[in-house]
C-alpha cells in the first residue's frame, strides 16, 4: 500500500523520522517529502500528484498552519482537500494542548487564525488522535494504518505485524537442538545484510564446486593407487573404455558442465536483483551507504555478465 505523510510542520523532523521508521516496519511505500528527488513540476502539483496516487493520506498538525501555496491555504491544507476528493482514507493526528513545545513553533495572528479553522474542519470530519511525543505519534500512525487495513480486508493485512513475526520467529529458532548446531539466524538483519549473506554462501558453492572437481581430477589416480595396494593389476583398467568406468566417468558432466553454468546463472541472477532492489531504494530514501552499495552492486553486475559464458 502508498502511504502520504503530511503535516503542518518541517521543524520537528524527529517526528515524521518515527513515523517514516514505523509505517517501513509495515512494509508501506511511502510518499514523504524529504524522501523525493528533484521534480520538474512545481511542488504543489507533485504533492497534490502524489496524494491522489496514494490510499491513505496521514495528517499530522501541531501548532503551525504550515508552508503557504499562493492561493494563501497551506500545502497541508490543499493535500487534505485533494485525498478528500479523491476519496482517499485519512488519518488525523494533532499535537495536544499540553505539548511542551518552543515559542517559535507556535504561529500567531492570522496563521493561528487559518490554523484553528483547519483543526476545526479535522476534528469535525474525523477521529483524531492526540499526540504529545514523537515515539507517541509514530505509535498510533503505525497502529492506526495497520488497523484500517484489517477493516478494509487489505490482502496480506494479517501480516502486516512484521516486528511480532520475526519475533515469533526468532523463538522458534531458539527451540533447535542442539543450539551448537543450529544454522545461522539473524532475524534483525536489513535486505542488504541478507543478499550480502547469499553472495558469500554462492562464492562458498563455487569454491565448493572447486573442491568437488579436483577430486575427481585425482580419482583415477586414487583408484589406480588402491588397486596396486590390494594386489590387483591396475594395467587391466586400460582395457575398459572411459565412458564405461563408472568410478572415473560418473559425474563428469554434472561436474564440468551443469553446476558451473547454474553457479553463473545464479551470479548474474543476484547481482541484477541487488541492482533492482537498490534502485528501488534508493528513490526513497536518502542514505549515503545505498548510493555507495548501489555502485558496488552496478560493478558486479557488470563483472557477472562479462564472465557470464555458457560451458557447452
Same mark, same amino acid.
Not at 575398459?240 to 541472477?269: A, K, Q
Not at 545505498?290 to 562479462?306: C, G, I, T, W
Given at each position: 500500500?502508498?502511504?502520504?505523510?503530511?503535516?503542518?510542520?518541517?521543524?520537528?523532523?524527529?517526528?515524521?523520522?518515527?513515523?517514516?521508521?514505523?509505517?517501513?516496519?509495515?512494509?508501506?511505500?511511502?510518499?514523504?517529502?524529504?524522501?523525493?528527488?528533484?521534480?520538474?513540476?512545481?511542488?504543489?502539483?507533485?504533492?497534490?500528484?502524489?496524494?491522489?496516487?496514494? #490510499?491513505?493520506?496521514?495528517?499530522?498538525?501541531?501548532?503551525?498552519?504550515?508552508?503557504?501555496?499562493?492561493?494563501?491555504?497551506?500545502?497541508?491544507?490543499?493535500?487534505?482537500?485533494?485525498?478528500?476528493?479523491?476519496?482517499?482514507?485519512?488519518?488525523?493526528?494533532?499535537?495536544?494542548?499540553?505539548?511542551?513545545?518552543?515559542?517559535?513553533?507556535?504561529?500567531?495572528?492570522?496563521?493561528?487564525?487559518?490554523?484553528?479553522?483547519?483543526?476545526?474542519?479535522?476534528?469535525?470530519?474525523?477521529?483524531?488522535?492526540?499526540?504529545?511525543?514523537?515515539?507517541?505519534?509514530?505509535?498510533?500512525?503505525? =497502529?492506526?494504518?495497520?488497523?484500517?487495513?484489517?477493516?478494509?480486508?487489505?490482502?496480506?493485512?494479517?501480516?502486516? #505485524?512484521?516486528?511480532?513475526?520475526?519475533?515469533?520467529?526468532?523463538?522458534?529458532?531458539?527451540?533447535?537442538? &542442539? =543450539?551448537?548446531?543450529?544454522?545461522?539466524?539473524?532475524?534483525?538483519?536489513?535486505?542488504? =545484510?541478507?543478499?550480502?549473506?547469499?553472495?558469500?554462501?554462492?562464492?562458498?558453492?563455487?569454491?565448493?564446486?572447486?573442491?568437488?572437481?579436483?577430486?575427481?581430477?585425482?580419482?583415477?589416480?586414487?583408484?589406480?593407487?588402491?588397486?596396486?595396494?590390494?594386489?590387483?593389476?591396475?594395467?587391466?583398467?586400460?582395457?575398459?573404455?572411459?565412458?564405461?568406468? &563408472?568410478?572415473?566417468?560418473?559425474?563428469?558432466?554434472?561436474?564440468?558442465?551443469?553446476?558451473?553454468?547454474?553457479?553463473?546463472?545464479?551470479?548474474?541472477?543476484?547481482?541484477?536483483?541487488?541492482?533492482?532492489?537498490? =534502485?528501488?531504494?534508493?528513490?526513497?530514501?536518502?542514505?549515503?551507504?545505498?548510493?555507495?552499495?548501489?555502485?558496488?552492486?552496478?560493478?558486479?553486475?557488470?563483472?557477472?555478465?562479462?564472465?557470464?559464458?555458457?560451458?557447452?
Amino acid at each position: 500500500m502508498r502511504v502520504f505523510l503530511g503535516s503542518t510542520f518541517e521543524d520537528l523532523k524527529s517526528h515524521r523520522r518515527r513515523v517514516i521508521d514505523g509505517l517501513k516496519a509495515l512494509g508501506m511505500h511511502i510518499e514523504a517529502m524529504e524522501l523525493w528527488w528533484a521534480q520538474p513540476e512545481d511542488p504543489v502539483s507533485v504533492c497534490l500528484s502524489r496524494v491522489r496516487e496514494s #490510499d491513505i493520506y496521514i495528517c499530522v498538525v501541531a501548532w503551525r498552519y504550515g508552508s503557504l501555496a499562493e492561493d494563501q491555504r497551506s500545502y497541508t491544507q490543499l493535500e487534505y482537500e485533494a485525498a478528500r476528493q479523491a476519496s482517499r482514507d485519512c488519518l488525523v493526528f494533532l499535537m495536544r494542548d499540553d505539548y511542551r513545545i518552543r515559542p517559535e513553533y507556535v504561529d500567531k495572528g492570522d496563521a493561528a487564525s487559518r490554523l484553528a479553522a483547519f483543526r476545526q474542519v479535522l476534528l469535525g470530519n474525523h477521529h483524531c488522535l492526540g499526540f504529545g511525543s514523537p515515539a507517541e505519534l509514530a505509535h498510533q500512525v503505525v =497502529e492506526s494504518v495497520r488497523n484500517l487495513m484489517r477493516e478494509r480486508r487489505v490482502p496480506g493485512a494479517e501480516a502486516v #505485524d512484521m516486528a511480532q513475526f520475526w519475533s515469533k520467529l526468532h523463538a522458534v529458532w531458539q527451540t533447535v537442538e &542442539p =543450539e551448537e548446531l543450529r544454522m545461522e539466524f539473524n532475524a534483525q538483519a536489513d535486505a542488504l =545484510e541478507l543478499l550480502s549473506a547469499l553472495h558469500q554462501q554462492l562464492e562458498g558453492i563455487s569454491g565448493f564446486e572447486d573442491q568437488i572437481a579436483k577430486s575427481h581430477d585425482l580419482l583415477e589416480a586414487d583408484l589406480t593407487g588402491l588397486l596396486t595396494r590390494a594386489g590387483y593389476d591396475p594395467g587391466r583398467l586400460s582395457e575398459v573404455p572411459y565412458y564405461e568406468n &563408472p568410478l572415473i566417468n560418473r559425474d563428469w558432466e554434472w561436474i564440468n558442465l551443469g553446476l558451473p553454468n547454474m553457479l553463473t546463472s545464479c551470479r548474474i541472477l543476484l547481482a541484477q536483483l541487488r541492482v533492482k532492489w537498490l =534502485e528501488l531504494m534508493i528513490q526513497t530514501q536518502e542514505r549515503d551507504d545505498l548510493r555507495h552499495a548501489l555502485e558496488e552492486a552496478k560493478q558486479h553486475l557488470e563483472d557477472a555478465v562479462r564472465e557470464g559464458r555458457y560451458i557447452d
